[in-house]
């Protein structure tokens, strides 16, 4: 149980280009979704906390326009990436808060900025 | 202080020995620890959960709690090639759904057959 699925696995887009990243929650309700980034060689870093039917909690000095967090409903957060840049290339991961098994991660995402 | 701090490593060790995994927190980091194994290009998969002073045993894992000083250990006994991955050490305070982690850099192991 507990399973998030996240799409797409990797994606590669043009600089100015958004993306559109999925989490869903396959088997139970979340009305939380935790969105971090890592880069390489780097530890996970939260990013932003979605709520469904609110919005989104940022952390300092993550910027709100450029990483836009939709929870539209309780199975489904998505992070839109907009007008990416090649900075912004890094592995993007959703987690789930923590149910019997602890915190359930999606698979990742890896965004390549070219 | 960083609220996780953790040895980066890497760290090697020779298959069937153990592997000993370190990481110390502040206060703003408490309550309930976990260790992740992640393997390159993947995501996070959780290993141990520990919440109590003392220590947790899972097989050939066992974590060690030590709130007073503001530690927390992974050990990983016959350590096997599969083993090699990076471990996060991760803290989080408890209560809500806006439960937050904050991990470590992670400490890179490497079972050499």
């Known amino acids: 149980g507990a399973v998030v699925s996240q799409h797409p696995s990797w994606v590669i887009c043009k600089s100015g280009t958004s993306v559109k990243i999925e989490c869903r929650s396959l088997?139970?309700?979340?009305?939380?979704m935790f969105w971090y980034r890592q880069f390489p060689k780097q530890s996970l870093m939260l990013m932003a906390t979605?709520?469904?039917?609110?919005?989104?909690?940022?952390e300092q000095g993550v910027e709100k326009d450029k990483f836009l967090i939709n929870h539209a409903s309780l199975t489904l957060s998505t992070l839109t990436v907009t007008s990416a840049h090649p900075e912004d290339s890094s592995f993007y991961i959703c987690?789930?808060?923590?149910?019997?098994?602890?915190?359930?991660f999606g698979s990742g995402t890896r965004l390549t900025v070219v | 202080q960083k609220e996780v701090e953790q040895n980066s490593g890497p760290l090697s060790v020779p298959e069937g020995a153990i592997a000993s995994l370190n990481c110390t927190y502040s206060?703003?980091?408490?309550?309930?620890f976990f260790w992740y194994r992640q393997y390159s290009g993947k995501s996070p998969e959780l290993i141990m959960s520990?919440?109590?002073?003392g220590d947790k045993e899972d097989g050939r894992f066992t974590a060690q709690l030590n709130k007073a000083s503001q530690y927390v250990s992974l050990l990983i006994r016959d350590s096997q090639p599969s083993d090699s991955a990076t471990y996060l050490c991760?803290?989080?305070?408890?209560?809500?759904?806006?439960?937050?982690?904050?991990f470590g850099k992670g400490t890179l192991l490497t079972v050499n057959p």
């Open positions: 987690s789930a808060p923590p149910g019997p098994h602890g915190y359930t």
């Open positions: 088997d139970f309700q979340a009305t939380t």
């Open positions: 979605s709520n469904e039917g609110s919005k989104a909690t940022y």
């Open positions: 206060d703003r980091v408490s309550q309930s």
């Open positions: 520990i919440y109590s002073n």
């Open positions: 991760a803290g989080g305070k408890s209560g809500g759904s806006n439960y937050k982690l904050t």
